[in-house]
């Protein structure tokens, strides 16, 4: 006789073979058995096979019995099944420019991670995960870089077989601030009147706005649409040395700087 437990039960049945020689189908579950007649009186082996690789048989197998002189013994075997695993495969696209050049870290249920690269089309795999709906997660991703499909995904690993998660990713290039050069240190020996000119560069567009911190508390502000020379001028109030930052700043708010001292002596 035959009893099976559990999930995803073997839907072919088994085979129960006596001595090694004599076989006959049986169903998962039949108590009222199949019988092998004709056997001599003693001992037997009875074996069961092709038992699915998601079951187990709990009874003893084979099993050994004795085969009573015009009677019958019953060898009864147990079974437990449970549903198969299932693999989990994520692929990631990546689009743009300025690409993260480490790749990202896939996480699966917030446990289990794997790292992936910008653009793997084959995919990595995490396998023998429950059969059922699991949370799969991109991280590590640069600043400039946006997962534009769903992040986190909800996938449905099924039993035996494998579920794709893709994720797409799309890049650009990072604002880079403004580089400014303020002009050298200058000694002035012909009054307190100071003309500023200080240049700048920038790979972004523009508008950018500037400021002129002269050192003694004040400022002078101002916008250009272009890049190159930007001037200002100030009349100091006392002789002596003062630091002067310029500051420039583009459209998205990144910021350049740059100091120079003017000392002043009549």
């Not at 994520?90 to 910008?118: E, H, K, R």
């Not at 084959?122 to 600043?143: P, Y």
């Not at 290039?173 to 200058?186: I, M």
């Amino acid at each position: 006789t035959t009893s099976t437990g559990g999930s995803s039960l073997d839907p072919d049945g088994y085979t129960v073979t006596v001595d090694g020689t004599t076989s006959q189908p049986i169903a998962t579950n039949n108590s009222t058995g199949i019988t092998f007649t004709g056997l001599a009186a003693g001992s037997h082996s009875v074996a069961l096979s092709g038992v699915a690789a998601n079951c187990t048989v709990t009874s003893a197998n084979p099993q050994t019995v004795t085969v009573p002189s015009g009677g019958t013994v019953t060898a009864a075997f147990t079974v437990n099944c449970i549903t198969p695993p299932g693999n989990l495969k994520v692929t990631t696209s990546t689009g743009g420019s300025s690409l993260d050049p480490d790749g990202y870290t896939v996480t699966v249920d917030g446990t289990t991670s794997q790292p992936i690269a910008t653009n793997n089309s084959t995919g990595v795999t995490f396998t023998g995960l429950a059969a059922g709906s699991h949370s799969v997660a991109l991280s590590g991703v640069a600043a400039n870089c946006t997962v534009t499909s769903a992040n986190p995904q909800t996938v449905t690993v099924p039993s035996g077989g494998t579920v794709t998660a893709p994720f797409t990713v799309s890049c650009i290039t990072p604002n880079q601030a403004p580089t400014v050069n303020a002009g050298p240190n200058e000694t002035n020996l012909t009054g307190l009147f100071y003309s500023e000119s200080a240049t700048f560069s920038d790979p972004d567009n523009g508008p950018w706005t500037y400021r002129i911190d002269w050192g003694d508390g004040t400022s002078s502000t101002g916008s250009t649409s272009s890049q190159g020379t930007i001037s200002a001028s100030h009349t100091y109030l006392l002789l002596g040395s003062y630091t002067i930052k310029v500051t420039v700043t583009d459209s998205l708010g990144a910021s350049g700087s740059d100091t120079k001292s003017v000392t002043f002596i009549l």
